[in-house]
């Protein structure tokens, strides 16, 4: 497995092992709509896999990731480390790259912004400046991020990634076939985190997005397009509603994941009171 340099919220780095097998065998074209930090794209076997999210500046990096060699990439990392002596305790240094990064938009800088940042992770205000404060003593470009990196540097840079930057609903479906697989990975309309909570620049989820997301995927049902949801239907004391009655509705296979990597019917299994009933829907019956 290959691993995302990044910790994107809601990643699915511990679910690949149920995920995957849970894909069709012969993928021509694989569309990761909302591609985040990219662990499913980067570890699906497809002729052509398109990596698409809405989020411009995590796209900019993954261009300048596929555009740099591998070599240089890592030299303008370490040359940033460098010139503002960039560590676990050196806060000014970081504040200082975020404010070059928020002038001058050097998509590579993201990156080294994120390995410093708290908890490695991508954050934006509503002026679209990035705002994540310091990981102090906890975050650094540490060789686990560098061995990340550099695996996922040589995937990406394969001739069958293709990056797109556009809102789900904006996303041409016309050369799309029977023989690709759609997949979605959107914010979970009951765990949604402020990064999703749209007041930060980005579009926002919502009951009317969730709406609008299950009706373009029986659309692509009606067009005989595979799809695969990644969701939950239950989280804590919340209830997927609008997702639990789409499911009634329609005759698409519901897969319930959990971290014992064990698959189950989401109708029969008891669960904690206070865990998520994770599932991945399709509209296909998986062979295996």
């Known amino acids: ?42 570890n699906v076997v497809a002729d052509k896999v398109i990596l698409n999210d809405n989020l411009t500046y995590l796209i900019d990096m993954y261009r300048a990731f596929q555009n740099h060699t591998i070599e240089e990439v890592v030299e303008h990392i370490e040359n940033r480390i460098f010139e503002l002596d960039l560590s676990l305790t050196n806060q000014e240094g970081y504040l200082k790259l975020r404010e070059i990064y928020n002038h001058n938009r050097v998509p590579l800088d993201l990156f080294v912004l994120v390995a410093f940042s708290f908890n490695h992770q991508i954050r934006f205000n509503n002026s679209h400046k990035f705002n994540n404060p310091f990981g102090k003593n906890r975050s650094s470009f540490n060789s686990i991020m560098k061995k ?16 797109q ?21 959107p914010p979970y309309l009951i765990t949604t985190g402020t990064y999703n909570d749209g007041k930060r620049g980005f579009k926002g989820w919502n009951e009317k997005e969730e709406v ?17 949801l990644s969701n939950v239907l239950e989280h804590k004391d919340k209830e997927n509603v609008l997702l639990k009655e789409w499911l009634d509705k329609n005759d698409y296979e519901c897969h319930q994941l959990n971290h014992n990597y064990a698959n189950s019917s989401y109708q029969t299994t008891n669960r904690k009171k206070n865990s998520s009933k994770e599932v991945l829907i399709t509209n296909y019956i998986n062979k295996s």
């Open 165 to 185: 930057n556009l809102p789900y609903d904006n996303f041409d479906f016309a050369s799309i076939t029977s023989n690709d697989l759609v997949y979605c990975d």
């Open 212 to 228: 609008k997301l299950l009706t373009l995927l029986d659309k692509l049902n009606d067009q005989n397009i595979r799809f695969a």
């Open 1 to 42: 497995m290959i691993k995302s340099p990044l910790n994107y919220i809601g990643g699915k780095k511990k679910l690949l092992p149920q995920i995957l097998p849970l894909f069709p065998e012969n993928i021509n074209t694989f569309v990761d709509l909302f591609a985040g930090g990219c662990n499913v794209g980067i």
């Open 148 to 163: 990340n990196l550099l695996e996922f540097l040589k995937v990406i840079q394969q001739d069958h990634y293709v990056l």
